[in-house]
């Protein structure tokens, strides 16, 4: 196993990494908050590289990501610890690596290169890293989006964005989309949920995602009842998208599900998610879609400018109906759509 990136050597055998924004100073022995991130004898080892807890081909909708190369298949990549302890984690026992030596034991290992193989003989368009958060899995994810792009293969994050800007940076280059949970607006929200107190550094780095790497941006809200269901969080979040993002980042509302250590509160009602839905059109944002509610009007991607169907979507089916070149095929307006590997950055 190679040695990490991106950290500091201490005094006393100490590091500090810098990798996602946590950055822990870990001692001789211990790991970071995300445990797979260990120092050994004063250097971090990243105990996770190539090691994987699921595979699977998914449409790219599930991510969910709308306007990137819609209704094509991506080899997704799930592997083990979170920089975050959410209260409701969907995916707990691969992202609460308490004890990684005895998780690692058993889990299989993909390299790079084989992991572009079966990409490309399960017929997907390119590589996700998600069901856990990726940025703590820098080393095999870099290595394997550098590799995936030079097999003409697409490449995504699914992350909370807790990373630091030197880990975007060493990804910038070979990332093409940055889906980022944005979870509240407020201290509060993010202190009680997943334990994070610099949380407006999230957008910051969603930001530099977005214009100096000209990575494709979408932006999905899980909306909890009494958490981050009230207007100013949801009116906050839409207008930084607006302002910082543009008009034409897809938006995600997505329905909550009591779960785990949440599982005392309701699901969230549609009145909320209209509500939000509506909070987000005010704002300006052009593209609002919700989540988790089977069969709702708001699947389906329609151009602001003519009222077409561009995209329609039943649950994962998807029929791409009227794009041509990121426009929309009937009047021509933008619509944001990515459908070619990066070229070029913005610096
Ligand atoms: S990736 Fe984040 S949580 Fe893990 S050791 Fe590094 S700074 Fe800590």
């Known amino acids: 196993m190679a040695e990490g990136l991106l950290y500091d050597k201490l005094d006393g055998q100490r590091v500090r990494c810098n990798v996602c924004l946590w950055r822990c100073v870990i001692n001789p022995g211990k790991a970071g908050v995300c445990g797979v991130r260990q120092n050994e004898n004063g250097t971090v080892k990243p105990v996770n590289y190539a090691k994987v807890s699921s595979v699977a081909a998914d449409p790219i909708e599930k991510k969910p990501l709308f306007h990137f190369f819609p209704g094509s298949s991506v080899l997704s990549f799930g592997g083990i610890g979170c920089n975050y302890h959410c209260l409701h984690c969907q995916n707990w026992e691969i992202a609460c690596a308490e004890e990684p030596d005895k998780l690692l034991k058993g889990m299989r290992e993909i390299s790079p290169d084989e992991a572009v193989r ?26 394997s989006a550098r590799l995936a792009h030079e097999n003409g293969l697409y490449t995504a994050f699914v992350t909370n964005g807790y990373a630091t800007p030197e880990a975007l940076d060493l990804l910038g280059p070979h990332l093409d989309a940055w889906r980022v949970d944005v979870k509240g607006f407020s201290d509060k929200l993010y202190r009680d949920l997943a334990k994070i107190s610099n949380w407006r550094s999230i957008l910051e780095v969603a930001e530099r995602a977005r214009h100096k790497w000209n990575m494709h941006v979408e932006v999905v809200t899980n909306i909890i009842p009494t958490m981050n269901d009230d207007d100013e969080q949801l009116s906050g979040i839409a207008h930084w998208i607006k302002e910082k993002l543009g008009e034409l980042t897809p938006w995600h509302i997505t329905r909550f599900h009591p779960y785990r250590e949440m599982a ?9 998610l209209e509500k939000a839905y509506k909070i987000g059109t005010k704002a300006g944002l052009r593209f609002i879609y919700m989540g988790n509610v089977p069969g709702n009007a708001h699947e389906n991607t329609v151009c602001y400018n003519c009222s077409k169907i561009v995209i329609e979507r039943t649950g994962y089916n998807t029929r791409v109906a009227g794009v041509k070149d990121s426009c ?3 009047c021509g307006a933008d619509l944001n759509i990515r459908s070619s590997l990066k070229t070029g950055v913005m610096k």
């Open 328 to 330: 929309c095929a009937y």
């Open 118 to 143: 079966m990409a490309k003989s399960r017929k997907c368009t390119g590589l996700a890293w998600t069901y856990n958060e990726p940025v703590i899995w820098l080393e095999y994810t870099l290595d």
């Open 264 to 272: 005392h509160l309701p699901p969230t009602p549609m009145s909320t």
